[in-house]
Every structure is written in structure tokens, then in C-alpha cells.
């Protein structure tokens, strides 16, 4: 049973691009969150998202970033205009809709963004 | 206040020794806590949960919670080197259509000493 994959694991962009940060939950999770760790800091909740729709994002900058989860293919999480401040590793975390294990969130292994 | 706090550390414990981590956090309402290892570089990865007062073991860990005092621990026994890691508190702070979001402290650093 595959575990929550992302992708790139690593990407680095100039100052002023767009990035793509994409994320597939395990099979049989259809709740995502994103949480993003600055260096030396905790991580921070950033959105949660179901299929087609955005529950949470109560953690996400107001300019600059959105995420979506399609009804078919991962979940996205986009930075427009990225700044140096943006270098982070972004991890995507899911668990299952129902259930006890409902409350157990497993990641992924995590994207790490480098802006130049 | 922050929502979930924990000592930084480092935290250094000799090999064989029990390393004892602890969290405090301020919403009262809150229900469900976690326990969480990341090694340097890697993504976190569950490793305990707990949801009622009182002790819960899994192996070499042990979890611990008290409501009343918004305090939650982790208990390591019989430490090994390879328990050197930083751990995170996390909890559910707010449930949401069945999920949750989850606040996490700022992670104490293990080191066990062989």
C-alpha cells in the first residue's frame, strides 16, 4: 500500500516564477492537508482540502498561494511570484474520511523549494 | 501563549536510559494529541496517539495525558541511538466535517549518547 507521494522532492525557483507543488494521498484517504516547515521552525497547517473542495485555509497567505484537489489526479498546492522568504519544505499529509483512524494524519516525504 | 508548547532541548539521554518529552497546550476543547518523530531532513512520522486521560503504551513508548493540566507527554524506554530525532506535539485544535487541522509545537531535540 503506497504512502502519500509528492512531488518534485526537490525544486528550485528564481525569484518572480510559479511553483507546482503536487501531492497524492494514500489510497483510501480523501482528506488532504498542507503544512509548510520554514528552517529551524515547527510546521504550520496551511490548508485542508477534500475532492473538489477547500475546507480550511486558514493557514494559507492571502496573496500568492492557492490549492486545489480535483476530483481526479493529486492535489495542488501553487505559489505564484515566489520570494526568497518561500524556501521551506512543503509536506502534504492525508487520512482516510471515516473511521477511527480518521484522526491520524501520515506524510509525505515532503518538498523541498529553494528560491534563488 | 502559543497553542502548543514544548522545550526545545536539545534533550540528551544516555543509551538504555528513559528520555521523558513534554508538551503543554492552551485549548481546553481540545480532543485528540499526537506524537510525532523527524529525523533531520525526512518528513514527521506518527509514531503515538492518544485521545483519553491516563497512559497508553505501544512497545517503548508510552504516552501519557491530562486534560486538566493541557499537558501530554512521550515516555522512551530502554532509549537507542537510533531514537536521536526531534519530536513533535501535535493537536487537533479544531475538528472540522470529521477531520482535523492540526497545531504542532516546535519540535525538542533527542539525542541519545551511546
Request: proline fraction near 7%; hydrophobic fraction near 30%; charge should be positive.
Amino acid at each position: 500500500n503506497a504512502g502519500v507521494m509528492q512531488n518534485p522532492r526537490h525544486l528550485v525557483r528564481r525569484r518572480g516564477q510559479e511553483a507546482r507543488l503536487r501531492c497524492s494521498p494514500m489510497k483510501g484517504h480523501s482528506h488532504v492537508y498542507w503544512y509548510r516547515q520554514l528552517p529551524e521552525e515547527g510546521l504550520k497547517f496551511m490548508v485542508y482540502l477534500q475532492k473538489e473542495n477547500i475546507i480550511d485555509e486558514s493557514g494559507m497567505p492571502k496573496e500568492r498561494f492557492s490549492a486545489e484537489f480535483p476530483k481526479e489526479g493529486p492535489s495542488i498546492l501553487r505559489i505564484q511570484q515566489v520570494v526568497r522568504g518561500d524556501s521551506a519544505a512543503y509536506f502534504c499529509a492525508s487520512s482516510p474520511p471515516t473511521g477511527p483512524k480518521s484522526y491520524e494524519q501520515y506524510f509525505g516525504p515532503g518538498t523541498r523549494l529553494t528560491v534563488t | 501563549q502559543k497553542e502548543v508548547e514544548q522545550n526545545s532541548g536539545p534533550l540528551s539521554v544516555p543509551e538504555g536510559a528513559i528520555a521523558s518529552l513534554n508538551c503543554t497546550y492552551s485549548d481546553r476543547g481540545s480532543q485528540s494529541f499526537f506524537w510525532y518523530r523527524q529525523y533531520s531532513g525526512k518528513s514527521p512520522e506518527l509514531i503515538m496517539f492518544i485521545y483519553s486521560n491516563g497512559d497508553k503504551e505501544d512497545g517503548r513508548f508510552t504516552a501519557q495525558l491530562n486534560k486538566a493540566s493541557q499537558y501530554v507527554s512521550l515516555l522512551i524506554r530502554d532509549s537507542q541511538p537510533s531514537d536521536s530525532a526531534t519530536y513533535l506535539c501535535a493537536v487537533n485544535i479544531r475538528k472540522i466535517q470529521g477531520a482535523q487541522k492540526l497545531v504542532f509545537g516546535q519540535g525538542t531535540r533527542l539525542t541519545i549518547n551511546p
